[in-house]
């Protein structure tokens, strides 16, 4: 039981060049969530999915595209990289109803735009 | 617009010493806050968690303080040691929504030995 994975641990890019996260949870949980993490600032929410086939924006959506096209997979795109998307990326999952409000965090994506 | 905000950023503590970390939050729909431990490349863990219906929740030496009315909670660490040193997180959610979790912005944590 791996839990959250993601891929790959760290990445260059230059800025134009665009790039996709991978995100893999074999806990079957129906909520998926991407975080940017910079310093100083916590952990801010980019986009969500409450399911397969379903995506919506979180607080810092621009720039980011996603898809959920396998309930285990959460993809986070960067169509045209900036120095500003420079950071840490988390992906979190959770369960859906139940007590548990628990998000399982993989181990970041660590990004540099030149 | 931070919804949690947490203090202080960064805390020395002497072995043995006691770890305290505040956050105050500004939504009252909120209904589950946690703190989140997070040790250096690698990503936050879930550490305790409280809901607004209770005052105080204790896991061995962590303890959450929450206090509705003034809209604040608190992390404290008992007899703090080395291997506490990390970076905490508090965390709150909303009860409606996409259920994600609004972080503070973090406070790193060094327990001297």
């Known amino acids: 039981n791996a839990g959250v994975t993601q891929t790959p641990k760290f990445r260059v890019l230059k800025t134009g060049q665009s790039m996709t996260l991978l995100c893999a949870q074999d806990?079957?949980?129906?909520?998926m969530y991407w975080y940017r993490q910079d310093p100083g600032m916590g952990l801010r929410l980019i986009h969500y999915?409450?399911?397969?086939?379903?995506?919506a924006k979180g607080e810092v959506p621009d720039g980011y595209n996603v898809s959920r096209l396998k309930k285990q997979n959460f993809l986070l795109g960067l169509e045209s990289a900036a120095p500003s998307q420079t950071s840490v990326y988390f992906c979190?999952?959770?369960?859906?109803?139940?007590?548990?409000?628990?998000?399982?965090f993989g181990p970041g994506t660590r990004l540099l735009v030149l | 617009q931070q919804q949690v905000k947490q203090s202080p950023q960064s805390l020395i503590v002497q072995k043995g010493g006691i770890s305290i970390i505040n956050c105050a939050y500004e939504?009252?729909?909120?209904?589950?806050f946690p703190w989140y431990q997070q040790f250096p490349g690698k990503g936050p863990a879930l550490l305790i968690a409280?809901?607004?219906?209770?005052s105080e929740k204790k896991e061995g030496r962590f303890t959450i303080s929450f206090n509705k009315s003034a809209k604040q909670f608190s992390l404290h660490i008992m007899d703090s040691q080395p291997g506490d040193s990390a970076t905490y997180f508090c965390?709150?959610?909303?009860?409606?929504?996409?259920?994600?979790?609004?972080f503070g912005s973090g406070t790193r944590l060094q327990v001297q030995p």
């Open positions: 979190a999952s959770r369960n859906q109803g139940g007590i548990s409000e628990t998000q399982y």
């Open positions: 999915s409450v399911g397969e086939g379903t995506t």
């Open positions: 965390a709150a959610k909303g009860n409606t929504g996409r259920r994600a979790l609004t």
């Open positions: 409280i809901r607004p219906d209770v």
């Open positions: 939504n009252t729909a909120f209904d589950y």
């Open positions: 806990m079957n949980h129906e909520y």
